[in-house]
């Protein structure tokens, strides 16, 4: 079983729709947790961190269940420049805080 | 502010020929890594430095791959001798210790026919 795992994709949405992309990670000594996004032909960047008391920045909402080991981002009132890749990222004291990333979810959003 | 920097953005080799990749991190950064992403199988850790010294590389393929880092504003990803399978985006990244919040450079998009 792969360390990090997410959703297929890819998600096609029209403009102004809520989306939610889900994650799930199998070590449980698994510590940080990021979501990173990453547009076509560029390099990833990181979009946020995810805590435990789950988090927003704007239009962008984390979760984090530590007991189902499973993170989550919701994007409300999707906007065009939304459209990438979405890659879930974890990371342990015990990988020497090695970051270990889900092979990632395409989203297009549709005018 | 310079980000991250890699060259060449592009190479295109022929199998058994040696490449080397370059990288140079952002000013200040102690912690440097080098990713290969491919459709396959994602984003996948090299290896990776911490004050210029290897820490881990058990992401390293193969004894083709070698990597150095001389100081701390430079280092290179080297594969000797290419293969096709080799072909893959090679990114390169920093950040001010382990911890911290990686910055990924453009990447450099090797094609090994």
């Known amino acids: 079983r792969k360390e990090v795992e997410q959703d297929p994709g890819p998600f096609n949405v029209p403009e102004g729709a809520t989306v939610a992309f889900n994650c799930t990670y199998s070590n449980s000594a698994s510590q940080s947790f990021f979501w990173y996004r990453q547009d076509c032909r560029k390099e990833p960047k990181l979009l946020m961190s995810v805590y435990s008391s789950g988090n927003e920045d704007g239009r962008f909402t984390a979760q984090l269940n530590r007991a189902s080991q499973y993170i989550s981002l919701l994007i409300r009132d999707s906007k065009l420049s939304d459209s990438a890749t979405y890659l879930c990222?974890?990371?342990?004291?015990?990988?020497?805080?090695?970051?270990?990333f889900g092979k990632g979810t395409l989203l297009t959003v549709n005018p | 502010d310079a980000g991250v920097i890699q060259s060449p953005r592009h190479e295109v080799t022929e199998m058994g020929q040696e490449v080397t990749l370059r990288c140079k991190p952002i000013?200040?950064?102690?912690?440097l890594f080098w990713y290969r992403q491919t459709m396959m199988r994602g984003l996948e850790l090299l290896i990776y430095f911490n004050n210029n010294v290897p820490i881990d590389d058990s992401g390293m393929p193969e004894d083709r791959f070698s990597a150095k880092m001389p100081n701390a504003s430079f280092s290179t990803l080297k594969i000797q001798p290419s293969e096709p399978r080799d072909s893959a985006v090679y990114f390169c990244a920093s950040s001010l210790n382990r911890q911290e919040t990686q910055y990924f450079g453009p990447g450099t998009r090797l094609l090994v026919l």
């Open positions: 000013s200040g950064h102690n912690s």
């Open positions: 990222v974890v990371t342990r004291v015990s990988s020497n805080y090695k970051l270990t």
